[in-house]
């Protein structure tokens, strides 16, 4: 069945009850969160019950530090369709407010995880934290899950050479860096930014480059620069091309955004959700001295994207 999303934790109907749940936040839905998703996918079978996964709203590093710089991995939809695709029947949007915060971690196992979802098992990862002062840990989350009626499984430390963990921070770290293969090799899939197409200043179809411009919003700040991308349209096509996500020092600064040009592709995208695959790094953000020299890098990025695309 497709997947239900499910706002809350209490007074939930009796259908959307008894699952075994994936604990967690899950933003990016990498290797190490499927490691979770696995396990309790594994309960859900052998339980005869519905898999569900929780998540918070909003993040509880949003709540705690309201004013940190963005973050994010995925939107809401994107994380829904990843866990959709693995198999999930519930998706349960935790609200994360003052009561939440300040909940004990026994209490949080009791009150949500068991009188609340009625989970019949919960799977988290090595490293989980929850309740007031993050308290609570894998060994502390057995211990309730015997005395509330739950059974409990722990995901293993997963990870490569190359980072000790797979994790959300380490693929910031890597996006940030300019390096979206490492990142793509955490999550599993490359890093992409969905949103709704937006009026620009036209400069790019005045320089023979239109380009589909959509803003950041809340997602983590790659490397300001120019990327080999592809770009999913609302009907399902995946198209090549090249992009600038940066702030536009040629013309004037704006907050940040992703200005994408779609190779061989002459259609309007205005008021359409795209979400662009961010390939491969080619170039920081540069200074130009004027629209040819502007013109002339344009024309060399969109060489050298479809050079790493494999394309002729």
Not at 192 to 205: C, D, K, M, S, W
Request: proline letters at 6%.
């Amino acid at each position: 069945m497709p997947l239900q999303i499910i706002e809350g934790w209490g007074d939930l109907g009796d259908d959307a009850r008894g699952a075994a749940i994936a604990f967690g936040e899950f933003d990016g839905v990498h290797l190490g969160h499927r490691a979770v998703i696995a396990l309790a996918a594994k309960a859900a079978g052998e339980l005869d019950a519905p898999l569900g996964v929780i998540s918070f709203e909003p993040h509880p590093r949003r709540w705690f530090t309201p004013d940190a710089e963005p973050f994010a991995l995925t939107t809401r939809n994107q994380q829904a369709r990843a866990l959709e695709a693995l198999g999930a029947d519930f998706l349960y949007i935790i609200p994360f407010d003052e009561p939440l915060a300040v909940m004990s971690d026994e209490a949080f196992a009791r009150e949500v995880l068991a009188v609340g979802l009625g989970a019949r098992h919960v799977a988290a990862g090595f490293d989980v934290t929850f309740g007031k002062d993050r308290s609570g840990d894998p060994e502390a989350l057995r211990r309730y899950g015997e005395a509330f009626g739950f059974s409990v499984s722990i995901a293993p430390q997963l990870g490569d050479a190359d980072a000790a963990k797979y994790s959300s921070s380490v693929v910031r770290e890597a996006l940030k860096a300019g390096n979206p293969e490492r990142a793509a090799a955490i999550l599993g899939r490359p890093f992409a930014i969905e949103g709704v197409v937006v009026e620009g200043q036209h400069l790019g179809r005045t320089l023979g480059f239109p380009t589909a411009n959509v803003g950041a919003g809340d997602y983590v700040r790659p490397k300001l620069g120019s990327y080999a991308t592809r770009t999913r349209l609302p009907d399902g096509r995946l198209i090549p091309g090249v992009a600038n996500f940066g702030e536009n020092p040629a013309t004037g600064k704006v907050e940040a955004r992703l200005e994408v040009h779609l190779f061989d592709f002459d259609e309007d995208l205005y008021g359409q959700t795209i979400e662009t695959e961010l390939i491969a790094f080619l170039r920081p953000e540069l200074d130009f001295d004027g629209l040819e020299a502007l013109t002339a890098q344009i024309a060399a990025d969109a060489k050298a994207a479809r050079e790493r695309l494999g394309l002729k």
